[in-house]
């Protein structure tokens, strides 16, 4: 059976060579780094190398795994590819940098399935751009140059409408973009017949500036224990409200319950070693509470999209953690909670607990 192979035109530091790839591989892209490195010797081991390319829109393209390397090759197209390298560390060191890289981005470390999914979404996104651009032209953009013709250079009212066109369908996709993220039945002040109380602790670790210093600086034991503090004010600034008020982590030393104020029990605790993820624990929770009937008693702090989704799927109410931290210090001291306080004065506050 003849084998097809796809040919790669590879530029780094100013050389352009040729590299060709079976189409019966099965690992495309580590057959294509090997080539890299025989290619150009001057890659070193301690270098990661990041291929880029430009898609048919102009944009600029990264290949970093077999998956979308396949899919680029499927298309059965040119491709010229760009090498990139990057000095790395340790594999130690290596690794403690994504994991803060993933926990300043999405607030925890995410799995497999949720990288996977990340990427498809990313993706849909890349898609969507394009879909963006192709529409701006039949609004009146620039048409693409047919053969024997020239391009015609638009006029000034030309060019402003068309300006104005696409600020207009930004806005649409930023407005759509937010109800999206917000239609969800967020809770502004505590429910009345709202008595249990769930905080998602990874998801809040970088909530103002004091609590994502303190993580990245290492200090994620105080950023837990001042989350926890943050708890306790809320719970006494409502005395009888909340029967239990939980705060949980992927994975903390911290395993602790206590009463607050006269009868409410508050439980910081550990999804691991029994579960995963604090986002698996909680949703088995919902759905336990929506079994018994209980849904509507409950209240949700976190801001994760997909974990959002789930509980609210299984009735339970939801609330950002950025908003129940400000309804937290207003309640504290005797003020209106306001959506408008910044940082500083939000960590001012916590600066007193």
Same mark, same amino acid.
């Given at each position: 059976?003849?084998?097809?192979?796809?040919?790669?035109?590879?530029?780094?530091?100013?050389?352009?060579?040729?590299?060709?790839?079976?189409?019966?591989?099965?690992?495309?892209?580590?057959?294509?780094?090997? +080539?890299?490195?025989?290619?150009?010797?001057?890659?070193?081991?301690?270098?990661?190398?990041?291929?880029?390319?430009?898609?048919?829109?102009?944009?600029? &393209?990264?290949?970093? @795994?077999?998956?979308?390397?396949?899919?680029?090759?499927?298309?059965?197209?040119?491709?010229?590819?760009?090498?990139?390298?990057?000095?790395?560390?340790? @594999?130690?060191?290596?690794?403690?940098? #994504?994991?803060?890289?993933?926990?300043?981005?999405?607030?925890?470390?995410?799995?497999?399935?949720?990288?996977? +999914?990340?990427?498809?979404?990313?993706?849909?996104? %890349?898609?969507?751009?394009?879909?963006?651009?192709?529409?701006?032209?039949?609004?009146?953009?620039?048409?693409?140059?047919?053969?024997?013709?020239?391009?015609?250079?638009?006029?000034?009212?030309?060019?402003?409408?068309?300006?104005?066109?696409?600020?207009?369908? %930004?806005?649409?996709?930023?407005?759509?973009?937010?109800?999206?993220?917000?239609?969800?039945?967020?809770?502004?002040?505590?429910?009345?017949?709202?008595?249990?109380?769930?905080?998602?602790?990874?998801?809040?670790?970088? &909530?103002?500036? /004091?609590?994502?210093?303190?993580?990245?600086?290492?200090? #994620?034991?105080?950023?837990?224990?001042?989350?926890?503090? &943050?708890?306790?004010?809320?719970?006494?600034? +409502?005395?009888?409200?909340?029967?239990?008020?939980?705060?949980?982590?992927?994975?903390?030393?911290?395993?602790?319950?206590?009463?607050?104020?006269?009868?409410?029990?508050?439980?910081?605790?550990?999804?691991?070693?029994?579960?995963?993820?604090?986002?698996?624990?909680?949703?088995?929770?919902?759905?336990?509470?929506?079994?018994?009937?209980?849904?509507?008693?409950?209240?949700?702090?976190?801001?994760?999209?997909?974990?959002?989704? +789930?509980? /609210?799927?299984?009735?339970?109410?939801?609330?950002?953690?950025?908003?129940?931290?400000?309804?937290? #210090?207003?309640?504290?001291?005797?003020?209106?909670?306001?959506?408008?306080?910044?940082?500083?004065?939000?960590?001012?506050?916590? @600066?007193?607990?």
């Amino acid at each position: 059976m003849e084998v097809t192979t796809y040919t790669i035109e590879l530029t780094f530091a100013g050389q352009t060579k040729l590299v060709q790839l079976a189409s019966a591989s099965e690992d495309y892209w580590n057959s294509l780094e090997k +080539q890299f490195r025989e290619l150009f010797p001057t890659i070193g081991q301690e270098e990661a190398v990041t291929a880029k390319y430009f898609d048919e829109e102009g944009d600029l &393209v990264t290949i970093d @795994s077999n998956a979308e390397l396949q899919e680029v090759l499927s298309q059965g197209k040119p491709l010229k590819i760009q090498l990139v390298c990057k000095k790395i560390g340790s @594999s130690k060191e290596e690794r403690l940098r #994504r994991e803060e890289k993933m926990l300043r981005k999405y607030g925890k470390l995410l799995s497999k399935e949720e990288k996977r +999914q990340l990427r498809e979404e990313r993706k849909d996104e %890349r898609n969507a751009k394009k879909e963006h651009k192709r529409a701006a032209q039949e609004m009146g953009g620039p048409k693409p140059q047919e053969e024997g013709q020239t391009r015609r250079r638009l006029t000034p009212e030309e060019r402003k409408e068309l300006n104005e066109q696409r600020k207009k369908q %930004r806005l649409e996709e930023s407005q759509a973009r937010n109800n999206s993220a917000e239609d969800d039945d967020n809770v502004d002040e505590w429910p009345a017949d709202a008595t249990h109380l769930f905080l998602d602790g990874n998801n809040m670790m970088f &909530v103002t500036t /004091k609590l994502r210093s303190l993580t990245l600086g290492r200090n #994620r034991r105080q950023a837990e224990a001042l989350l926890a503090s &943050v708890a306790k004010s809320f719970i006494l600034s +409502q005395p009888g409200k909340i029967k239990e008020a939980t705060l949980i982590f992927d994975n903390t030393s911290t395993d602790e319950k206590m009463v607050i104020g006269k009868d409410t029990l508050f439980h910081i605790c550990s999804a691991r070693p029994k579960q995963p993820t604090s986002d698996d624990v909680l949703i088995a929770w919902a759905k336990q509470a929506k079994e018994e009937g209980k849904s509507s008693g409950m209240v949700f702090v976190t801001s994760d999209r997909a974990l959002r989704e +789930q509980l /609210k799927e299984a009735g339970g109410r939801l609330m950002k953690p950025k908003h129940w931290i400000r309804l937290s #210090r207003g309640l504290a001291l005797s003020v209106p909670s306001t959506d408008n306080l910044s940082d500083s004065e939000l960590d001012a506050w916590l @600066s007193t607990l």
